[in-house]
């Protein structure tokens, strides 16, 4: 939903089994002092697979710094118990909820992974796209999640709201 | 009859889409459409003239002991020059072999070179149910090819391009959903007068203006590797006027007839792995009319193509 510039999701929340606790969690937007950062993952794409570990090194150095990390599986053509074992194996260091049906994927229009947003306390899409420009996460050299962040955190909106998305498709 | 059969092989022979897979298909294949930063591509094509058709729209299929066939190969590139806009050029090299009873004739020659623009004026950075992916597009066409009054051999198999400078436009949209894709590329070209001197004195040649409108749709079993097209392409061509130059006061001497042809294609494409698709087509004018004023012809192309991704 959008208005005058600023696009909201109708999510306020996310809920939903963690893959890699095995539990059910909830995510509410609002908790966040700066803002929830909400990553569409696979377990079979490569593209996504390469940039894991980035995320999972902006989880930590922007985690504490008011941000919230979630991780969502929404690929239908996945197997769930395929997709714990990926992302268990993988440690990463926030959860990984499994989307039924894609209706996160849905809410929020995630194309591909890695798809990336930052959603502010009331819903606000602050930024939406891909982690960086490249399909392989060392080739980047433009790095548009961490540039997001880092701007977020100095009180700024982020120079570049939506950036193209590359990866895999998430099938519904 | 050359000149046409040029047009065909080099232009539309090559049109197969690659597997729908993370949205790297081609309905277009100077552009490309998935998030690549470059993409080559090679094609081979053979065909084959089956009949010629006059203004009356009724076929005259010919004798077996005559045939004009073509052999052409084709080289295309696209680079990415911004995120969303790119730059390409195919160079088509040709072979031509006629023969009428006993006499045969046979020649291989450099093409038209075109040079090509896109923009991508709708991308996909989000999910979307009904929005396509679309892009806009320009090309120029260089006379580099021979042309048809420039030719030398007797039955104008050395005839490999049309002699203009031709400018296109035109716009791709496609969409997919899930195993199912369908693509539209209208385009609009404008080919240039020249003057020749090799029709027996001082001609002025102008072609003026043409176009098409590519349609079709493809099914990827299992949003698999493998996809199969289907694709039609009705094409209008304004009639070759000739007349005096300037100097001897524009004179039409001929207004040549509207050219019609529609090619029904169908195709299949196989991605070897994420930056590697083969795919083969068939490309038949004889199936669906309208058709007037020319020659019509079967053909059967291979394409391979390779990108670099972003």
Same mark, same amino acid.
């Given at each position: ?106 809410? +929020? ?9 930052? +959603? ?5 899409? +602050? ?38 998305? +590359? ?6 | ?136 597009? #320009? ?56 003057? #020749? ?19 079709? $749709? ?9 996809? $199969? ?14 007349? #005096? ?40 004018? #004889? ?24």
């Amino acid at each position: 939903m959008c208005q005058m510039g600023f696009c909201f999701s109708e999510l306020k929340q996310i809920e939903g089994l963690d893959l890699i606790g095995g539990s059910s969690v909830r995510v509410e937007f609002k908790k966040a002092r700066l803002g929830t950062v909400v990553m569409f993952l696979s377990s079979r794409c490569p593209c996504s697979a390469s940039h894991q570990s980035t995320l999972d090194q902006l989880s930590k150095e922007f985690g504490p710094r008011g941000f919230r990390f979630v991780g969502i599986h929404s690929n239908a053509d996945e197997e769930v118990e395929a997709a714990r074992e990926h992302f268990k194996k993988s440690g990463l260091a926030f959860p990984v909820i499994q989307d039924k049906k894609s209706g996160i994927a849905d809410a +929020l229009g995630a194309f591909k992974t890695p798809h990336v947003f930052v +959603l502010a306390s009331n819903g606000e899409v +602050l930024f939406q796209g891909g982690v960086d420009n490249s399909h392989v996460a060392n080739a980047a050299n433009k790095h548009y999640l961490q540039e997001a962040l880092a701007m977020i955190v100095d009180g700024k909106k982020p120079s570049q709201k939506e950036v193209r998305v +590359l990866g895999c498709e998430i099938r519904r | 009859m050359i000149e046409f059969l040029t047009a065909l092989v080099l232009n539309g022979a090559n049109h197969a889409l690659a597997a729908a897979c993370c949205g790297k298909s081609s309905a277009a294949p100077f552009l490309m459409v998935g998030d690549d930063q470059m993409q080559l591509s090679l094609g081979l094509a053979l065909g084959n003239v089956v009949a010629h058709i006059a203004d009356d729209g009724v076929p005259n299929f010919g004798s077996s002991r005559n045939s004009e066939t073509s052999q052409a190969y084709k080289l295309d590139m696209a680079a990415l020059l911004s995120d969303r806009i790119q730059g390409g050029f195919s160079v088509p090299i040709a072979t031509y072999a006629v023969s009428r009873g006993n006499l045969q004739e046979a020649s291989t020659g450099l093409g038209d070179v075109r040079l090509s623009l896109g923009y991508e004026f709708l991308p996909s950075w989000s999910y979307s149910v009904w929005r396509p992916q679309g892009f806009l597009f #320009t090309g120029l066409t260089l006379p580099t090819g021979r042309s048809y009054d420039g030719r030398r051999q007797v039955m104008a198999t050395d005839v490999t391009g049309t002699g203009y400078f031709t400018w296109t436009v035109g716009a791709l949209l496609l969409k997919k959903w899930t195993v199912w894709d369908v693509f539209l590329v209208p385009e609009t070209h404008y080919s240039f007068s020249r003057t #020749t001197q090799d029709l027996g004195g001082a001609y002025t040649l102008s072609p003026g203006f043409g176009g098409s409108i590519g349609v079709g $749709f493809g099914l990827s079993p299992g949003s698999g590797n493998l996809r $199969f097209g289907f694709r039609l392409q009705p094409k209008l061509e304004q009639g070759l006027e000739v007349s #005096t130059p300037a100097a001897a006061g524009n004179l039409v001497m001929s207004a040549g007839a509207v050219i019609a042809t529609c090619d029904t294609g169908i195709d299949a494409s196989y991605m070897m792995s994420s930056v590697d698709s083969v795919s083969v087509s068939y490309t038949d004018q #004889t199936l669906l009319g309208p058709a007037m004023n020319t020659s019509l012809s079967r053909s059967l192309g291979i394409n391979f193509q390779h990108r670099w991704e972003r």
